[in-house]
């Protein structure tokens, strides 16, 4: 594998690269951004919905029929949808209703809904063989939790935003983020996918999509305190709520494979999916503002990411990890 395929199939480095690259060419900072996607909410949000749809059909293709019953499998299920809906929502929408009635900060407080309200990313399941994880654990529950999501997310936007968005749209917009592609899925699963193609493919569709977003915030308008403060909350819930699991199950002598994916359930969020409700179901300069929380949540995932990747998951603090518990006596047994 060549460096430029290497590269392209690293999701840590697609992602860093498409933010360098939103804010070097953002509308409003630099101006290179295309006026006619920065004018036009509609155009972003329907190329947001068609591709974010296609990427969730891709990754949910690639979980097989097997081992994806629900009932054979509780725990794992009740666990996936604990952590990556109820848990993973608090520190947004704690941030939100403190937030909301402020008139600086109000506006921008709005992003915080959809980030809360969107499931774990569809590449969790990818993730976790890469970072040495449950994977079938992540795969079952990837599908399990986008059918709850089909209620969870209007559910949230409903009793958050209920009063100042159109529910039916919030409804349909969800149905075609997950409810096609969960059907659609199902029947391409047999179709062949080459990893490295499947990887790359997927990899510069996500990085599009952060450079429509991103390229697209008026951070100037919205201020470097702002920002900072959007940021904050991302780190607490992303960095924070992933270190404090990630101290909890250790403590609790949990396997690392369960760990890994735990992790990656309860802070990495599918922020396509609530750069598509932002973009389709507010209007007018609502989205730009909502944009702002959005946008450093993304930033500071990348970071997040790239740490999970290179320190807290990698094959050094693996291998350490597991000699250590060979010595104690501990066998890292995954259970169900």
């Not at 190329?47 to 979980?63: D, F, G, K, V």
């Not at 999501?149 to 149905?175: H, Y």
């Not at 929380?293 to 993304?298: K, L, Y």
Request: hydrophobic share 55%; charged share 15%; proline share 3%.
């Amino acid at each position: 594998m060549n460096t430029i395929t290497k590269l392209l199939t690293s999701s840590a480095f697609m992602m860093g690269f498409a933010v360098v690259f939103s804010l070097l060419t953002n509308q409003y900072i630099t101006g290179i951004f295309p006026d006619f996607l920065a004018n036009d909410s509609k155009l972003r949000s329907n190329l947001t919905i068609l591709l974010l749809a296609s990427m969730i059909t891709l990754t949910l293709s690639r979980i097989p029929y097997k081992n994806l019953n629900p009932v054979k499998n509780a725990k794992s299920v009740c666990r996936a949808i604990v952590l990556g809906l109820f848990f993973a929502a608090t520190i947004p929408l704690v941030a939100y209703y403190l937030l909301k009635d402020n008139p600086d900060y109000g506006k921008y407080a709005v992003g915080l809904v959809f980030i809360a309200a969107t499931p774990f990313a569809g590449s969790v399941g990818p993730l976790s063989l890469i970072l040495r994880g449950d994977l079938e654990h992540a795969l079952r529950s990837t599908i399990v939790v986008y059918i709850v999501s089909l209620l969870w997310i209007p559910f949230l936007v409903w009793i958050t935003l209920g009063e100042s968005v159109d529910m039916v749209n919030v409804v349909i917009t969800v149905f075609e983020l997950l409810g096609v592609p969960l059907i659609l899925s199902r029947l391409i699963t047999w179709v062949k996918i080459d990893k490295t193609v499947m990887a790359v493919v997927l990899n510069c569709i996500i990085a599009f999509l952060v450079w429509l977003s991103v390229g697209s915030t008026d951070f100037g308008k919205a201020g470097i305190v702002v920002l900072a403060i959007f940021m904050i909350i991302a780190a607490l819930r992303d960095i924070g709520l992933g270190l404090t699991t990630e101290a909890a199950e250790k403590k609790m002598n949990i396997p690392w494979s369960q760990r890994v994916t735990d992790i990656l359930m309860i802070s990495y969020k599918n922020k396509g999916i609530a750069i598509a409700l932002c973009t389709s179901v507010l209007v007018g300069p609502a989205i730009g503002s909502a944009m702002v929380a959005i946008a450093a949540s993304i930033i500071v995932e990348v970071l997040w990411v790239a740490f999970m990747d290179s320190v807290l998951f990698s094959k050094k603090s693996m291998a350490k990890e597991l000699k250590s518990d060979a010595d104690a006596g501990i066998h890292q047994v995954w259970e169900n």
